[in-house]
């Protein structure tokens, strides 16, 4: 993976912001890519990107214009996206859909959750105030102390265990 160089990355704020990636020799946007969820236009086209770009752009809600190389497909498919057009020497996504507005919705997430959209075609189904665990089932809060509880009882106790074995193994030397 290919760091984003300084030198490469055009910040324009004036206006939308604009992240200008053109030409920079990405494979791969990098690990530092997702600090710029806030942008709303993405310019990456003539760089080597990777094909399927889809985990890329988990927390990219205000994405609304993607411009990518011709060969590369736009994240979460064209259904994610209003428009997508394709050009000699690039492909350009344009106004990113909420998943969650389709009908499907009540399909989509547990009873006792709800759908908040996470990037072009991902969306989070979180647990209502007051609900947790699998599927939004459990009501009240998570039982922090039980968990920890048990939890750290049961490592004392192995713990333990292995000490005791190993000094006797130890001493039997």
Known sequence: MHPV?????KFVESGPLLLDLQNCSLKD???NFPQAHTAIII?????????DLSDTFH??????TLILPQDVNCPGGINA???VTLYTDNQTC???RNLCNSTRDAEICPENGSCVPDGPGLLLCVCADGFHGYKCMRQ???PLLMFFGILGSATLSISILLWGTQRRKAKAS
């Not at 927390?59 to 609304?64: D, E």
């Open 43 to 51: 310019d990456l086209q003539a760089n080597p990107l990777k094909h």
């Open 59 to 64: 927390g990219f809600t205000q994405l609304q």
């Open 140 to 142: 009240g809060s998570f």
């Open 94 to 96: 344009l106004g990113q």
């Open 5 to 9: 160089s300084r030198k490469c990355a």
């Open 29 to 31: 946007p990098g690990l």
């Open 81 to 83: 996206w209003n428009t």
